[in-house]
């Protein structure tokens, strides 16, 4: 029984070793393969409500930066850098590059969506986070437009929540093309359709003036048309005034 045991220890010792020295030979193997696989292929998967990137953008970014993989092997290939490197960029929200055994390397981008575009000393977009993104020429969103004596210092405060107030609200987003912030710093905002300018003042209770507006256009509006008035001013408390687009004496329609 004892020889029987010895010689079953052995056996199964042999069989260890015999695996684990395969094991060691499948790695060694799999290395040099993969030592000599090049990248072939680079396909690249964008998430994005507005194109602030096109894929050729992408190729030359990486070849500027010395990171394109075709070409490479994969071996020396870094999906790590090139996570990195496009990481940083302001407009990318997440980004995840990774290869398979045949070379081929797939990079997939989320990217942030602008909330608003600021134009005034600095021409920039404000996404949904409040991060702020360069704006890109030739590209444009159909987002309200900030203009005026604005900085990015203003936009820490009230004026902050107004616009994106008006960014989030269907039907302002949709009716406000232009806050403007004027020398004095009171605020008006540009309509989409009809011809009133709206004289806002300041931000405060900016969403008391704004419902009282909207119930406004949707009882008044409606039957005495969009372009009767060049000008309604939200500054009184609990009432609009509006002046008339010839001239006549200002009216003063209550909510």
């Known amino acids: ?9 052995i056996v199964v010792a042999l069989l260890i070793t015999a695996a684990m020295g395969y094991t060691v030979f499948a790695l060694m193997a799999f290395s040099s393969v993969e030592q000599q696989v090049k990248c072939r292929d680079l396909e690249i998967q964008i998430e994005a409500k507005l194109p602030l990137f096109t894929e050729d953008e992408l190729h030359l970014m990486l070849r500027d930066e010395g990171l394109h993989p075709i070409g490479l092997s994969v071996r020396d290939l870094s999906t790590e850098r090139i ?6 960029h302001p407009y990318v929200k ?12 797939l990079l997939e981008l989320s990217l942030r969506t602008p909330h608003f575009l600021v134009m005034g000393n600095e021409n920039f977009y404000v996404d949904d986070e409040s991060r702020y993104l360069p704006a ?4 444009m969103a159909y987002v309200p437009v900030v203009t005026g004596r604005v900085t990015k210092s203003m936009l820490q405060n009230d004026l902050y929540e107004l616009v994106d107030y008006i960014a989030r609200h269907d039907f302002w987003n949709a009716q406000i ?35 009282r507006l909207f ?10 048309g969009w372009n009767s008035y060049r000008l309604l001013d939200l500054q009184f408390e609990n009432q ?9 004496a200002a009216s003063r329609p209550r909510s």
């Open 177 to 211: 093309q232009q806050i403007h912030v004027r020398d004095d710093q009171k605020i008006e905002l540009v309509p989409r359709v009809g011809e009133a300018l709206i004289l806002l003042g300041t931000t405060r209770d900016y969403r008391v003036k704004l419902d």
């Open 83 to 88: 996570e990195r490197f496009l990481g940083a």
């Open 240 to 248: 609009i005034v509006a002046i008339k687009n010839e001239g006549a």
């Open 215 to 224: 119930r406004l256009y949707h009882q008044a509006f409606n039957v005495m």
């Open 136 to 139: 890109k020429p030739g590209v």
């Open 1 to 9: 029984m004892k020889v029987k045991k010895v010689i079953g220890s």
């Open 94 to 105: 997440k980004v995840r590059c990774f290869h398979d055994p045949n070379g081929k390397v």
